[in-house]
């Protein structure tokens, strides 16, 4: 199992850009699929932006695309988040999650499948 702690959530205005980290261990981090996801009050957790174990290919959540690109760091077992152009819709906690994968090119948008998660940080975006 893999650990995760997220950081780098905070205030900003909108239009801003903020970045987010998510750092492993427990666990070999290469053999991991990676994602970002997002809960507000009272809503499901909802698919933000994955990467696969390599970091080749990577989804998006169409409300985000073109605006937050989610990387990977294997030398730092690291994951990020930037996101630009934040929006108030933006506002949420968000979530870290690990998925062992045999695929080295495969990403998952199905918060079902990932097995670890962090504790989550929280942003918020005011209008």
């Known amino acids: 199992q893999m650990q995760l702690v997220e950081s780098g959530g905070g205030l900003v205005q909108a239009g801003d850009s903020l970045s987010l980290s998510c750092a492993a261990s427990?666990?070999?981090?290469?053999?991991?699929?990676m994602g970002w996801f997002r809960q507000a009050p009272g809503k499901e957790r909802e698919f933000v932006a994955a990467?696969?174990?390599?970091?080749?290919?990577?989804g998006y959540a169409d409300s985000v695309k073109g605006r937050f690109t989610i990387s990977r760091d294997e030398a730092k077992n690291m994951v990020y988040l930037q996101m630009n152009s934040l929006k108030p819709e933006d506002t949420a906690d968000y979530y870290c999650?690990?998925?062992?994968?045999?695929?080295?090119?495969?990403?998952?948008?199905?918060?079902?499948?990932?097995?670890?998660w962090g504790q989550g940080t929280q942003v918020t975006v005011s209008s």
């Open positions: 999650g690990a998925k062992w994968s045999a695929y080295t090119s495969r990403w998952y948008s199905d918060r079902n499948v990932y097995t670890d």
């Open positions: 990467t696969s174990r390599r970091g080749d290919n990577t």
């Open positions: 427990g666990g070999t981090f290469s053999v991991y699929a």
